[in-house]
Antibody, heavy 120, light 107 residues
Framework: QVQLKESGPGLVQPSQTLSLTCTVSGFSLTSNSVHWVRQPPGKGLEWMGGIWGDGSTDYNSALKSRLSISRDTSKSQVFLKMNSLQTDDTAIYFC??????????????WGQGVMVTVSS | NIVMTQSPKSMSISVGDRVTMNCKASQNVYNNIAWYQQKPGKSPKLLIYYASNRYTGVPDRFTGSGSGTDFTLTINSVQAEDAAFYYCQRIYNSPYTFGAGTKLELK
């Protein structure tokens, strides 16, 4: 069955780089798209960016200068790297699969999320 | 960028009531809207895609409607387990912007 699981450090110091891994199972990264969505405590959802089956990437313009998404298809892993972290980057970070066919798209499976706190 | 505006921000409903929540896009998004339910401490769950298509396993009391810029999520005969946040999302071209959410509380 389809599963996604995020992993990474729970605490990052200000100005440092966040590195997260999304390990997927039950589907191939070469024919599916995986995206990152974050949620600050008590706030709403923010789409960050994603990687498509062909390896191309899409980024939220507000984060594009700091964000990089890549993958290792042999390990079924998608990576998020974001630099210059500040306290307002404190959030739960989710990875999610974007299912797409024809004009239809939706995020159908989500990981459990990983809480990242930016603090010294 | 297209802005998704949800209303109301919160609502308090009794079990068995019918509830309607709204999502307005700042530009025409055709039918490219999804709705998600999120309970505290959990990841979002897909309810509706392409404005009005119920996702697999979603109870038929959840109905999505609308097109263009105005969309509605209706829950008929609300159950206690429906207490949650509900988010709409523009979903075809990026950025895949979410609305700020509607909090549904049960009286």
């Amino acid at each position: 069955q389809v599963q996604l699981k995020e992993s990474g450090p729970g605490l990052v110091q200000p100005s440092q780089t966040l590195s997260l891994t999304c390990t997927v199972s039950g589907f191939s990264l070469t024919s599916n798209s995986v995206h990152w969505v974050r949620q600050p405590p008590g706030k709403g959802l923010e789409w960050m960016g994603g990687i498509w089956g062909d390896g191309s990437t899409d980024y939220n313009s507000a984060l594009k200068s700091r964000l990089s998404i890549s993958r290792d298809t042999s390990k079924s892993q998608v990576f998020l790297k974001m630099n210059s972290l500040q306290t307002d980057d404190t959030a739960i970070y989710f990875c999610t699969r974007l299912l797409y066919y024809g004009y239809t798209r939706y995020f159908d499976y989500w990981g459990q999320g990983v809480m990242v706190t930016v603090s010294s | 960028n297209i802005v998704m505006t949800q209303s109301p921000k919160s609502m308090s409903i009794s079990v068995g009531d019918r509830v309607t929540m709204n999502c307005k896009a700042s530009q025409n998004v055709y039918n490219n809207i999804a709705w998600y339910q999120q309970k505290p401490g959990k990841s979002p769950k897909l309810l509706i895609y392409y404005a009005s298509n119920r996702y697999t396993g979603v109870p038929d009391r959840f109905t999505g409607s609308g097109s263009g810029t105005d969309f509605t999520l209706t829950i008929n005969s609300v159950q206690a387990e429906d207490a949650a946040f509900y988010y709409c999302q523009r979903i075809y071209n990026s950025p895949y912007t979410f609305g700020a959410g509607t909090k549904l509380e049960l009286k």
